[in-house]
């Protein structure tokens, strides 16, 4: 395949050629070969591929909500083509034999995946870390989806296993002790947010850091959802991620969001949004990860105690941040960067992340002009709702996996064609 005059993240524009599985060739005024597919790539953007290093697939174990098919193909309308899932399935993948279960229905995926190992007091590191793990995490410091949140000394073991095995550790960083009781009276949608802290978050990342460098381990800190998260990350030398909804959303759209907008850790305030986008444009946060967490609409539809906490967000990540770029708020380079280069780097997928020679054609092309409103009904997402509705966002033409063409709008979706990316 030959996409002619194609612009990519820098500005350059190159036709860029796909061979197999890669990359073959970026230059200028490339031939095309006889039974070649040309795609005219004039005036649209030929971005990597987003690499989501957080995302919540809920198979085995909550088909319901999600399945590796109709995330992936989410994923994949939404220019998502590498995935890393989270362990709070069912069974919780804290095992080999959970990890081979997951691995067996993961090969429905349309893109790349990861699968992480998860940390429980049942878990068996021994056979864990003998599967090619993505990485160790998300470790629940406290509660979340799945009640896997764990004591301060599993924690400190986790890291040293993990530091042996060379793993990379996740961190779903709060501190339960520091949430607010009192909020617990109320019944709104802002209560949540009132109840877990920002304290509780800040004081849970910095502590989670300096347990993992007395290891000798490397933490990524997930969903970080405060400036003084994301600075604790920073100043010990580790790296966070941060969501859309966090990026984009705060207390003032619970009123509209109500329990949809329930999510761990919560939405903050708009002042403290701003900081965090601020940090993000600014290149302090290494990632935007979505925490696609989907649960149905009758779940979500619940008092505020009661409803899942989580929302869905694969589809929309890119498009979301493709609008903020058209807007001017952020460079394609920063986009390109916080969405493909930095998990890349990341979380050491050395083939992955770049539009260049040689890379893994993992590829997204975009009108970066055509901007369009985000409808729950365009969504592939099982869950069938979405915190963004209305917000504009400039969605993929074309998605490539390895090569292989996943998403083509106007066309739908090709084959699952995902490997784990661990395991080539
Ligand atoms: N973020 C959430 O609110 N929910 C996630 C779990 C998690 O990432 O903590 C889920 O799996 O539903
Ligand atoms: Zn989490
Ligand atoms: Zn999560």
Redesign the pocket.
Known sequence: MLFENATLADGRVEDVRVAGETVAAVGADLDAGADERVVDATDRLLLPGMIDA?V?FRQPGFPHKETWATGSRSAAAGGVTTVAD?P?TEPPTVDGAAFDAKADLAAASLVDFGINGGVTAAWDPDSLFDRPLFALG?V?LAD???DMGIEADLYADAVERAAAAGARVTV?AEDATLFDESARERDDADAWSAYRTAEAEAVAVERACRVAAEAGATVHI??TSTPEGIDAAAEAGMTCEVTPHHLLLSRDDLEELGTHG????PLRSEERREAVFERVADGTVDIVAT?H?P?TRAEKDAGIWDA????PGVETALPLLLERARRGDLTYERVRDLTAANPAAVFDLPNKGRVAEGYDADLVLVDPEGSRPVRAADLHTKCDWTPFEGRDAVFPELTLVRGTVVYERGEGFGDAAGENVRSA
Do not use: I, L, Y
Request: aromatic content about 4%; overall charge negative; proline content about 9%.
């Open positions: 957080h919540h989270q709070n998300e629940f979340s989806t799945g779903h997930a969903h329930r999510m761990n850790p925490d967490a649960h899942p906490s989580g929302v």
